[in-house]
């Protein structure tokens, strides 16, 4: 059959969703290349994506519907249709909901495919049947609650933008692995004369991208920025003009800062002082300083304090004066499609009371939980064995005999072998959605490529056949994912009212355009100013707090502070189906300081225990200069398959909570090691 090109986009927890084209004959993808046609793609993509056929059409594809046959959690299932499948499940959650009462379902899901229809209709069929709900949050909420709290919604800049900066802070953001596009914008602006400087808690593999790298202790962000503002006032560098038009409550914060000497940030963050005043005088001197957000200093205890501390800087400098400068890394574009309104409008079903909620990051105490147990467990568009905290606990509570659990998955993960039913999950192009990044303000509108590939079904198709079996009437789950789209679309929406006709013709033919900015200055909070002081929230103005792991770290030296980062051949635990990415990815190693390793008897590629009061996990020692004693870190999400004794650095991850935005402290846990 003959091969042609069809756009789509990058369905991936990424910044960008990429615009791809994609060689198809109708029935398969053949190769896959970035849309040239994309304002941010520009028609370059990953090396992950290149590959996407092999994902597609791999041969470890769950291509029909299965129970279990074998003991939970040893992936020995049995092939049925999905009538069968679907009988099990209502038959099962009829008696459920007849017996203990919906809340004994609950939901598990995150975002492995990001576009917006198969990422939030789940939510709505889980609220019609009244099941418990999941407060989603694993990932960057402290770091979005910072924002909202200074700043509201406000965007911060497009990428076009950033060529104008003269001076760029990567702050906690490996942009190798996790913002390809931002590299190529960031030597543009090296280019033109920009330092670029880079705040770690190691030389992360984005430390090619800097002139300087700064490396500080995890969670100690705050006192560093704090630290940075005193100079800042200290030394004359404050745009009075600008903190007196457009900040909220600046005399009150510059008066505080008194107490936030260099010295005083020089014991919490183990930056030399001087370091950190030529820091601050280097970004106060500079015009358009901008800030890349990376969500690492959020995950921890104090997380969305230290980003308030990190972001008061622009406003002190008045960077959002100049193109280029300000924040990048607080972008939501969801709000261009109304999806819930479509939802509201055509369900007619709602839950006799509000159900209760549990946090995505305690999963394990969710299973574990006596007071009308989780009786039946639905994971779709995440892997929680994988992913989320606490991993031991995890795989307990899916082992309960009286668990029932459904995974709706693409391929046989760590989670779905604890299944007793699973339903074959379809991929991105295998149906149309809508595509929202939070990389940038550019959305595209999607359709299928191929059909699904065997008997696998999208997320909207199989919550439409879960809600028949549940004899849900609502006018929504009888409409097509085609219609859903079409009825999204034809919503007035006040950003994408702004295009133009030919804008709009652009985005129906299924190129990506990009919403109208609100001006640098239109601050997005409820008076259109900065919060350098917010009245409405128990610490009006940014402070220092410790983070959890300082606390242990700094009182006993045989503890090491713990933290995970992303690894730039995989992304999450998606892509270890790919063999060609998984070898590049190389074993599952540890990164340690070489002093650290010495102390322990260990040399490189040791094999080592590393441990806390959760769980052991073995790893292979990684001994590098580039991590500072007292951390260590490990890059990447592993299967329980490729591990050394059967668990991964998730483990020793705790079901804590950070100090806003209920999201998840993946990097601030502390761990002992010893050689094996
Ligand atoms: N290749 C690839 N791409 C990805 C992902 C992936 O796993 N692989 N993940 C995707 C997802 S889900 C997300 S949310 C984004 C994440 O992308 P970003 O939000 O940009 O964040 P990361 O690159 O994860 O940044 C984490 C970095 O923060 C550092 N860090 C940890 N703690 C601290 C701290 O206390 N202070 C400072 N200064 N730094 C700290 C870590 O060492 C790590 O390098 O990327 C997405 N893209
Ligand atoms: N150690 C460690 N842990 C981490 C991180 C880390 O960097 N290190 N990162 C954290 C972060 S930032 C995040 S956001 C979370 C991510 O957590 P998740 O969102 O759970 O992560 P993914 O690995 O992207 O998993 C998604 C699963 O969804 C499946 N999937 C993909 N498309 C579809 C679909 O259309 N339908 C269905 N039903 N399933 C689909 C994929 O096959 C995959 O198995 O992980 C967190 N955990
Ligand atoms: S994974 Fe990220 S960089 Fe790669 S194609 Fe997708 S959106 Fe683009
Ligand atoms: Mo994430």
Redesign the pocket.
Known sequence: MEKYWKRSAC?Y?CPDACGLLVETDGNRIYRVKGDDDHPVTKGFICRKMIHYADTVHNEKRILYPMVRTGKKGSGIFKRVTWDEALEIIGDKWKDLIKTYGAESILQYS????EHLI?NQCGEVFFDCLGASRLERT??SKAKTEGFLQMYGQTPGIFIDEIKNSDYIVLWGSNIEATWIHGTKEIAQARKNGSRVVLIETYRSPATKYADDVILLKPGSDGAFALAVAHVLAKEGLLDQAFLKEYAIGYDAYVDSLNAYTPQWAEAITGVPAAEIIDFAKAYGSHKAPLIIMGSGMSRHTNGAMNVRCIISLPALVGAFKHPGGGYWGHIGCSKAFDVEDVFEKYRTTYPSTKPRVFNMNQLGDALAFKENPVRSLYV?????V??APDQHKIMEGLSREDLFTVV????M?DTARYADVILP??TSVEHGDLVSPYGALCVQYTTPVIQPIGECK??WDTFCLLAQMMNLDDPLWQMSNDQVQREILSIQNLWRDGWSEEEQQRFMDGKACVLPLPSSLDFQTSQHKILLYNEDIEYPMPVYIPSHSSKIVNDNNEWLALV???AVHT????FNEQDFLVNRRGKMSLKINPDDANKRGISQGDLIDVYNDLAHAYFYAQVFDGVPEGTVV?EG?YTCEQSLNGLT??ALLSQRLTDAGAAAT?CDNAVKIKKL
């Open positions: 369905p927890d995150y975002a492995g495919v198969a694993i990932c779709y568009n995440s892997n929680p994988c992913i709706h998955e693409r391929f993960t999950a379809d999208s997320n995970v980062a992303p992304l999450n635990s998606t490990a999400v650095v998730n993946l």
